[in-house]
């Protein structure tokens, strides 16, 4: 199964600067509950450097580099502009996406404008026929972004400790951007891992601004409570651990109907339709709920791909664009945003 379609440029440089082998090694190692394993296998290849020992509770993470290239890989994500996975499960099958992407690269088939960038898509997508140029997020394009988008210093060690991931510091700019425009005081987080948007957005709020976070696992909320609280923004953070359902329904109780303004949700896919309905009572007209993921690494628009969490997201999608109590925004950041705003 294809989870990433590299363009000509990529497959050249991965064929090129990861051999087989290493590729195999990671494939192994990520699959493996430890990194140990992936240490040992990037300390024994010979054209292997370890850029960083890799990061420990609760989720590793490890950068390697070849002569020309870097990868980083682990149980969060996978990057450095070669391959991108970005949550959980089936990490060696994203490894062997890759080795098939590679071999199904012909010699030659290399676009030079795709190194730059820049794909002309009436050509690259086929029949499809788009009148206008698709830009390429290409990693020196991707490192540009990143060079431009500002990080708070608590935020770049939140992702240098925890994990790493591309999205995270365009998606995080972003939600503290739209919690700024709107002027938002009061608002949600459904999913928050080790804690960088939920961060992202306190840092955004003012001071008499209250976040209500939740997540059912507690150990990753004791790793974000230690951020809130370094980043000097704990008192805005209502942290609340236990499955989502449960807590935006005690919010509702609780006299939240039409009292917040913002909302990122960012928890199990298969369940955004009732995070939506939730949700969207807690919103007050004119509010934003911003959903994570939705493009699914681009399975979304692939037909051949029928798992339940592909079919859920796109059902999801087409829902919303057709629910009249939203108007709708998805944007290509990270593995997908839908902005929705609230009529
Ligand atoms: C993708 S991570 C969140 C990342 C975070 N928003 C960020 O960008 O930094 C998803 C989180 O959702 C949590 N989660 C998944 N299902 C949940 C549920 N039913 N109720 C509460 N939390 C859940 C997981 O424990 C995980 O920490």
Redesign the pocket.
Known sequence: MIFQTFTGAQSHMLRSSLPALMLNAIAIATTTPTPALIVLFARRWPHLRLLREPTSFPYFNLSVATGTSSCSCGNGGWDGGLAYSY?GGARGLRVQAAKASLQSTKEGELDPRAAEGLVGSEESSGSHGVGKQLLQLTAPLHSYILAHTPEHEVLRELRRETFE?WS?QM?GQLLAMLVKILGATHCI??????????LAVALALPESGRLVV????SR?LEVARKFYLRAGVNHKVDVRC????D?LTDLQKQGGIGRYDFA?I???KR?YSQYYELTLELIRPGGLLVF??VLWRGKVADSQVKDKKTTSMRDFNKFLLTDSRVHVCLIPVGDGMMICRKV
């Open positions: 949550w991931k995270s998606q987080e459904v999913g928050v891992y080790t804690g960088y948007s939920s939740c997540d059912r696992d990753s236990g499955l989502a359902v807590i990122f960012d928890a199990d369940m994570d993921n």
